[in-house]
C-alpha cells in the first residue's frame, strides 16, 4: 500500500488546511481498520489528529475535535483533513498513515502503532 499527502505548504492564520491523502495498492473500504491522520510538529511527538475507520466511522483527538473533519471519497480511494482556524501551534509535518489497532488513549502515537505511512508534507502557517 502506497499513501501520499497533498496539499498547500502555507495557510494563514484563521484559514482552513486542506489535505488530501492518496491511496493505492489497498482499498479504503475493505482494508486496514483504520486510516488516520497524524502530524508531528518541530522538536515534538508525533500527534495524532483523527482517523476514519473502514466502515465509515470517524473519531478526533479531543484537543483537536472542535476544529478538525475526516472525511472519506471512497470512489477515488482518498481521505481528507480539514483544519479549521489554524493557529501558530499548527505548523507541522502532516501524515496519514494506517493501522489495525487502537491507538493509546494516554500516550503519543509512534511509528510502530502504524502499518504504513505516507512520505509526508510540511505545513507552515503565516501571515
Known amino acids: 500500500v502506497q499513501l501520499r499527502e497533498s496539499g498547500p505548504g502555507l495557510v494563514e492564520p484563521s484559514k482552513t488546511l486542506s489535505l488530501i491523502c492518496s491511496v493505492s495498492?489497498?482499498?479504503?473500504?475493505?482494508?486496514?481498520?483504520?486510516w488516520s491522520w497524524i502530524r508531528q510538529p518541530p522538536g515534538k511527538d508525533l500527534e495524532w489528529i483523527g482517523y476514519?475507520?473502514?466502515?465509515?466511522?470517524?473519531a478526533y483527538s479531543p484537543p483537536l475535535k472542535s476544529r478538525a473533519s475526516i472525511w472519506r471519497d471512497t470512489s477515488e480511494g482518498q481521505f481528507f483533513l480539514h483544519l479549521f482556524s489554524v493557529t501558530p501551534e499548527d505548523p507541522a509535518d502532516y501524515y496519514c498513515a494506517i493501522h489495525d489497532t487502537p491507538l493509546s488513549d494516554t500516550s503519543p502515537p509512534t511509528w510502530s502503532d502504524f502499518t504504513s505511512w505516507g512520505q509526508g508534507t510540511h505545513v507552515s502557517v503565516s501571515s
Open positions: 476514519a475507520t473502514k466502515f465509515g466511522e470517524v
Open positions: 495498492g489497498a482499498s479504503i473500504i475493505d482494508e486496514y481498520r483504520y
